[in-house]
């Protein structure tokens, strides 16, 4: 139901744009996270934004480096990650939680969130 895309292999210091889409549904109608997962570590928060885009909250690691943003004419968010670094190494996935439920209840957990998209691989290199 939702669909992430835009990884790959990047260098230390690169950028990246992720996208996530939504078929059958409207994302604007949607809070939307992204967490990514490292290799052998847990699913982790990254960042999550209200419906509206008035609240977006990020975890401190990548407070002014990644942002989020909507793009409702193409039912899409983004992620833009600048000055990558080899720690932001992961399986970044979007999500959101059912329609009747805010960000701030899903919060930062994975069980928060009901919808999921099939993840891409972010590799940054040093």
Not at 104 to 125: C, L, N
Request: with cysteine.
């Amino acid at each position: 139901q939702l669909q992430a895309s835009g990884g790959g292999l990047v260098q230390a210091g690169g950028s990246l744009r992720l996208s996530c889409t939504a078929s059958g549904r409207t994302l604007s109608n949607y809070d939307v996270a992204w967490f990514r997962q490292p290799p052998g570590k847990e699913r982790e928060f990254v960042v999550v934004t209200s419906r509206d885009g008035s609240s977006t909250y990020y975890t401190e690691s990548v407070e002014g480096r990644f942002t989020l943003s909507r793009n409702n004419a193409k039912n899409t968010v983004y992620l833009q990650m600048n000055s990558l670094k080899p720690e932001d190494t992961a399986v970044y996935y979007c999500a959101a939680p059912v329609q009747s439920s805010r960000w701030y209840t899903a919060g930062i957990r994975p069980s928060g969130y009901s919808y999921w998209g099939q993840g891409t691989q972010v590799t940054v290199s040093s």
